[in-house]
């Protein structure tokens, strides 16, 4: 038995529970009344004929229970003797019932947090119209055979490589401070600074405004331009289609929101969705080294 | 009252079946059939019909409807199933049996043994 067809039957089992004890409950007050009509016809008064048939049907309360137990109507309640008789002998023994419940927990929690893995990794595909024609470019270093590209080495790579419909790239930014205006406090987000190609390439079309521009990852610093996470569009802006060219704050610098990506677009990664794109180009504004120049040193891989 | 014999543990069943037998009848009715068809010699308490009423309908040898009765009362009226015809006819075999030889033990005389 399902699930939801237990549910069904108990439901099933407490409304016809409560039909057949009114149809129990008329049929002992007319057998009452009967015998009332039988006691008031030996010429006594009807107050009294009653009273004298409910003494002598006897415990009423007793054969009530009876006949709901011949009824077979018990079973809701005997379940629910059932349970509270397991809870206190799982109260008696604290120590092992903490230990069983610990064991399945943990049990449960470690077999659906891989199938959650598995899920992911495997069964979902991009969230993309043509999602089994990407490929994932990683870079083998002398220290590492898994790392990233610098800037410069994907430039070469989008520019070069001729097997490719377009080459994209991105960049995690965790704990972004965004403010909606100037006044209110910022508060913790994390977005993704993406080649000024990302959603074209991506087959991505933004559901308002309008994509990124090629030319707004040109020139560092110079196009502060956003587009929103749908979710974070309908969080932080109610879902206002008037949010377009509205100016908000990224760690106090400001952006104007150009567009909001579409609702089957939760963004690339598997376990994190970005609040919103920013173009790569505006990566200088959230370096924290002023020595640094991601745009020029080939090395920089982060 | 003091007369009246109280039921032996199971005659109850038999007695409603019998009772019913003889054409349907509401709780009430049952019980002043059995009184009738007694001679009054049997005490039954009427709180104790129902759960026999309601155990016998369950196991499909009575079934039940509701109806007016001659008082001009809504009441259930019972009614015998093939079933309960069937099991009236055994046990009543089978008391008629018992009882005969209980009657036979009890007559028995010191020369007959």
Redesign the interface.
């Known amino acids: 038995m399902s699930f939801f067809s237990t549910i069904r039957s108990l439901a099933s089992a407490f409304l016809q529970r409560g039909q057949v004890n009114r149809?129990?409950e008329?049929?002992?007050r007319?057998?009452l009344?009967?015998?009332a009509?039988d006691l008031q016809r030996a010429g006594i008064s009807r107050t009294e004929a009653e009273r004298r048939a409910r003494l002598?049907?006897?415990?009423?309360e007793?054969?009530r229970e009876?006949?709901r137990?011949?009824?077979?109507g018990r079973f809701v309640e005997t379940l629910f003797q059932d349970i509270r008789f397991s809870v206190r002998s799982l109260r008696r023994t604290p120590g092992l019932t903490v230990f069983v419940i610990v064991t399945l927990a943990l049990g449960i929690g470690m077999v659906s947090g891989t199938f959650s893995m598995v899920d992911a990794l495997i069964f979902r595909p991009y969230p993309v119209p043509h999602p089994s024609g990407i490929v994932t470019l990683v870079s083998t270093t002398h220290d590492s055979s898994f790392d990233d590209f610098s800037y410069r080495e994907y430039l070469d790579l989008r520019d070069k490589t001729q097997s490719y419909a377009g080459v994209i790239a991105n960049s995690d930014m965790k704990a972004v401070g965004f403010s909606a205006d100037a006044s209110s406090t910022p508060r913790v987000t994390g977005g993704m600074m993406v080649s000024g190609n990302y959603l074209h390439v991506l087959g991505v079309e933004p559901q308002l405004g309008r994509n990124f521009r090629l030319e707004e990852d040109q020139v560092p610093g110079r196009d502060a331009v956003v587009v929103l996470s749908p979710e974070f569009w309908r969080r932080e802006f109610g879902g206002d289609p008037a949010v377009i060219n509205r100016h908000v704050r990224l760690n106090g610098v400001e952006f104007t929101v150009i567009g909001v990506a579409p609702e089957k677009f939760p963004g690339m990664q598997i376990f994190d969705r970005p609040d919103f794109y920013i173009p790569l180009a505006m990566a200088p504004v959230f370096s924290t080294d002023l020595q640094k120049n991601f745009f020029e040193d080939r090395d920089d891989r982060n | 009252m003091t007369d009246q014999a109280q039921l032996l543990p199971g005659t109850l069943d038999l007695l409603i079946l019998r009772a019913v037998s003889l054409g349907a009848l509401h709780g009430y009715g049952i019980l002043l059939r059995i009184q009738q068809i007694s001679g009054g010699a049997l005490l039954i308490e009427q709180g104790a019909l129902y759960p026999g009423l309601f155990r016998l309908v369950r196991q499909g040898l009575l079934k039940a409807s509701w109806g007016t009765s001659e008082n001009n009362r809504r009441a259930k009226f019972y009614e015998l199933t093939a079933a309960g015809r069937k099991r009236l006819r055994q046990e009543t075999d089978t008391w008629n049996r018992l009882a005969t030889a209980i009657a036979s033990a009890l007559a028995a005389q010191p020369e007959e043994v």
């Open positions: 149809e129990m008329d049929e002992l007319s057998h009344q009967h015998r009509d002598e049907f006897g415990g009423f007793k054969f009876e006949a137990e011949a009824l077979g």
